[in-house]
Nanobody, 128 residues
Framework: QVPLVEPGGGSVQAGGSLRLSCVAS????????MGWFRQVPGKEREGVAG??????LYANFVKGRFTVSKDSAKNTLYLQMDNLRPEDTAMYYC???????????????????????WGRGTQVTVSS
């Protein structure tokens, strides 16, 4: 089991940027849904962005602001988060080895049982 890594969290002002990383094998990239999910206290975890063999998917609330990219040489998937808003403040998790394809609405994913591997999470805080 390849350890998941989610560095890149931190505190920024609104409009700022952060980048999260998630390490996985090439087999995982090409056979399973993987993605980033976020959770704030008192709310359910929700999908932010995903990646499967068809490419990246985004929740409506991050489209145009967040971008998924892949570095095959490093077996790493990145989530570039630009134009961050205070409402993006949450704990962000990477998860791998989900179903063969991500749900069309990635925001509906995030249940623990949907993915075999979950990272420990990284806090993202956006101040106004």
């Amino acid at each position: 089991q390849v350890p998941l890594v989610e560095p890149g969290g931190g505190s920024v002002q609104a409009g700022g940027s952060l980048r999260l990383s998630c390490v996985a094998s090439e087999y995982t990239f090409s056979h399973y849904c993987m993605g980033w999910f976020r959770q704030v206290p008192g709310k359910e975890r929700e999908g932010v962005a995903g990646f499967d063999r068809k490419g990246p998917l985004y929740a409506n609330f991050v489209k145009g602001r967040f971008t998924v990219s892949k570095d095959s040489a490093k077996n790493t998937l990145y989530l570039q988060m630009d134009n961050l808003r205070p409402e993006d403040t949450a704990m962000y998790y990477c998860a791998t080895e989900g179903p063969p394809f991500c749900a069309a609405d990635i925001a509906t994913m995030g249940h623990a049982r949907e993915f075999r591997n979950w990272g420990r999470g990284t806090q993202v805080t956006v101040s106004s």
